[in-house]
Nanobody
Framework: QARLVESGGGLVQPGGSLRLSCAASGFTFSMYAMSWHRQAPGKERELVATIPSPSGNPNYADSVKGRFTISRDNAKSTVYLQMNSLKPEDTAVYYC?????????WGQGTQVTVSS
């Protein structure tokens, strides 16, 4: 069965960096567009970044453009989110997702907290 496992979350100070990883298994990773979403307390889940299958030009939410970078390694079935210049408003649970046509898989999420 399809599985996505996020890692790399934690507590960082404003201006700091984190690198999230999402390891995929149980499906043909290279065929799926990959994305990162986040959900802050009391807010709706929002799209942060997406990268096409098997590779290509990423798209980002305006709030993270210039600070976050999504990338993928199809040989490792892993997608990454490099987060720089972090702000308190980036605090959220970050979810990895895989999408192909009508299929979408989700990871369990990893907490990112940006606080001084």
């Amino acid at each position: 069965q399809a599985r996505l496992v996020e890692s790399g979350g934690g507590l960082v100070q404003p201006g700091g960096s984190l690198r999230l990883s999402c390891a995929a298994s149980g499906f043909t990773f290279s065929m799926y567009a990959m994305s990162w979403h986040r959900q802050a307390p009391g807010k709706e889940r929002e799209l942060v970044a997406t990268i096409p299958s098997p590779s290509g030009n990423p798209n980002y939410a305006d709030s993270v453009k210039g600070r976050f970078t999504i990338s993928r390694d199809n040989a490792k079935s892993t997608v990454y989110l490099q987060m720089n210049s972090l702000k308190p408003e980036d605090t959220a649970v970050y979810y990895c997702s895989a999408n192909l046509r009508n299929l979408r898989y989700w990871g369990q999420g990893t907490q990112v907290t940006v606080s001084s």
